[in-house]
Structure formats: C-alpha cells, structure tokens
C-alpha cells in the first residue's frame, strides 16, 4: 500500500512538472515601471472564481511610498449596470534582474505570480500575462477595446507559449467614446 502512494505522489508531482513545462512562461527582459503603471483594460482571460460574470473588468497599478505597487482590479457583475466590485492588493518585482516576474497579493502575505510575459515595449499599449500555473491568463490593452489583428497576434503568441486556448473569454468592456 505504502509504495502504491509513494508510486501515485511521483506520478502526480511528474504530471504536475510535465504541465508546467509545457508552458514557457519567460517573461519580458525588460519593464519600465512608471510606463507599466496605469490603468490596463482586461480584453480577454481565462475563467476563475474571483473573476466570475465580471465584465469591464480593468486593473490599475500605482507606486507606494514603500516602494511596492498598489493594485485595484474592479469591474462590474453580470453587466454594466450590475454591481461594481472592486479588489484592492499589492504587487512587488522581488528581484530587479527579472522585471517582468511580479507578485501580487490581494490577502495578507500570500503572493501570486503575475508574469509579463509579452509586451508592447514601444508604446505599453497590450501585454500578455500569465502565471507558473497553466490556468492563468490574461490579455491587456490601455484602451478598452484592443485592434483585432493584435488580438490574434496574441492568440498566436500564447498559444505558441503551450496555452490551450479553448477556455479564453472575451471581456466585455464599453465602447470608447
């Protein structure tokens, strides 16, 4: 019984690695916070918990005195009139040589990771977010609707990254004026 577990524990802790390795999950070489900073308008992600039925969903990033970065991530539930629910949290970059690997925080002292995986360098008009885990994934843009030839194009480049598509939800987000 005692080596059938220790047999079941390899198979899920290899299960496990080979999953992960499938995604590529390298982030940008470099970021430049303050251009970083701002508000990003949420075009698509895959469906979760803390995020569900939201549409015009957008995350905005501040600077703290304390050298950390305040995240507010709202949006509203079911639909544009429907309840405005709004998350506040904190992020860091622990280690200045991997700008692109965040961590976020929205309880306590428990850090998830947010990687900026794909970025317009030129302008930080879009980027592509994701995690160590293949259930996370987000495409941004800094206005809420997104050009649809950059929208495959990050299809494209997620997809090429070893992420399944088949679960990305489109956000709903209001017109631009």
């Given at each position: 019984m005692k080596t059938a577990a220790t047999l079941f524990?390899?198979?899920l802790f290899m299960g496990c690695a080979n999953q992960k390795e499938m995604i590529n999950t390298?982030?940008?070489?470099?970021?430049?916070l303050n251009k970083y900073l701002g508000t990003w308008y949420e075009i698509a992600r895959f469906p979760h918990s803390f995020?569900?039925?939201?549409?015009?969903?957008t995350a905005t990033?501040?600077?703290?005195?304390?050298?950390?970065?305040?995240?507010?991530?709202?949006?509203?539930?079911?639909?544009?009139?429907?309840?405005?629910?709004?998350?506040?949290?904190k992020a860091k970059i622990p280690?200045?040589?991997f700008p692109g690997n965040f961590k976020v925080s929205f309880f306590w002292i428990?850090?998830?990771?947010?990687?900026?995986?794909?970025?317009?360098?030129?302008?930080?008009?879009?980027?592509?977010?994701?995690?160590?885990?293949?259930?996370?994934?987000?495409?941004?843009?800094?206005?809420?609707q997104l050009?649809?030839?950059?929208?495959?194009?990050?299809?494209?480049?997620?997809?090429?990254?070893?992420?399944n598509l088949d679960k990305l939800i489109k956000v709903e987000q209001k017109a631009e004026k």
């Open positions: 524990a390899i198979m390298e982030t940008v070489k470099t970021l430049e995020e569900k039925g939201l549409v015009g969903v990033y501040s600077q703290r005195k304390n050298g950390k970065i305040k995240v507010i991530n709202q949006g509203y539930k079911n639909s544009f009139s429907g309840k405005h629910q709004k998350a506040v949290g280690n200045p040589a428990f850090y998830s990771d947010y990687l900026v995986m794909e970025l317009d360098t030129a302008d930080y008009a879009w980027a592509l977010i994701g995690s160590n885990s293949p259930n996370y994934l987000w495409i941004l843009s800094r206005t809420p050009d649809e030839e950059v929208y495959r194009e990050l299809l494209n480049k997620a997809e090429k990254r070893g992420y």
